[in-house]
């Protein structure tokens, strides 16, 4: 994650305009802003499946980029809504299913992006954010003095979610999607190892609470305890902890 500074004498920049990622994907799609991408996809008509079983948010999608310059190909952003429907459906099982919002979709869609570049080329992917970062800068007259990207960096993501706008949900489909990638990436003989998946909680209380949606997910999770520490019978296990634990 590259970091942000403003030079002293730099003039005033909206909080927004610091957000380096977040403007990158929004080009990949030829866009500035989220509004001008997402258009009409605050409209419910646009949540649950076509008969082709895709997003109607993929449809409206693939629309937009077959009518301007877009980086990311047809066939990307189908494999990547058909991974998305498939990580919805999973966590979705135990719950009588779930549908998107079109704002859940498009942080789904971003860390399906980010994923596949980071595992598959994470030295290209570096270089593509600092020429991006740099420009940025540069529309900005040097407001923003952005550090470059570095590799210890790039294995960080923020994400910034209302309250009571799903980011639970969203959470746990971010494991799903970590999963995924990094098994990819172990298949095609890249030599990377994760340890362990961990939730860190603010208090006991949270723990439970987050070992129970994460069971309702399907996703196998343990409590932290001492005598066991982070060792679970399988790495896909998530542990659960609470901040006074560690």
Not at 32 to 47: C, I, R
Not at 128 to 145: I, P, R, S, T, Y
Not at 153 to 166: I, Q
Not at 218 to 225: V, W
Request: one cysteine or more; glycine letters at 6%; charged letters at 25%.
């Amino acid at each position: 994650m590259a970091r942000v500074s403003r030079r002293a004498s730099a003039p005033e920049v909206a909080f927004s305009d610091h957000l380096i990622l977040f403007h990158y994907f929004l080009d990949l799609f030829g866009h500035t802003k989220l509004s001008a991408l997402a258009g009409e996809l605050n409209n419910g008509v646009y949540e649950g499946l076509n008969e082709n079983q895709n997003t109607f948010f993929f449809d409206y999608l693939d629309r937009k980029i077959a009518a301007q310059p877009c980086k990311v190909s047809r066939d990307q952003l189908r494999q990547y809504d058909e991974n998305i429907c498939r990580w919805v459906k999973h966590i979705g099982a135990k719950r009588g299913g779930i549908k998107l919002k079109y704002f859940q979709y498009m942080a789904l869609m971003f860390t399906e992006i980010y994923l596949d570049k980071y595992f598959s080329d994470q030295k290209s992917f570096e270089e593509e954010l600092n020429a991006f970062a740099q420009a940025q800068d540069l529309k900005l007259m040097g407001a923003l003095n952005v550090s470059a990207y570095k590799p210890e960096c790039m294995n960080k993501l923020a994400f910034m979610c209302a309250t009571g706008s799903g980011k639970t949900l969203i959470m746990h489909v971010n494991i799903l999607q970590f999963q995924y990638y990094l098994k990819r990436a172990k298949c095609t003989g890249k030599r990377v190892e994760i340890n362990k998946i961990i939730v860190l909680a603010p208090n006991e209380g949270m723990s439970k609470q987050h070992l129970d949606e994460l069971a309702l997910s399907s996703i196998p999770a343990e409590m932290f305890t001492k005598d066991r520490g982070f060792v679970s019978q399988s790495k896909d296990t998530v542990i659960v902890i609470d901040m006074n634990k560690l």
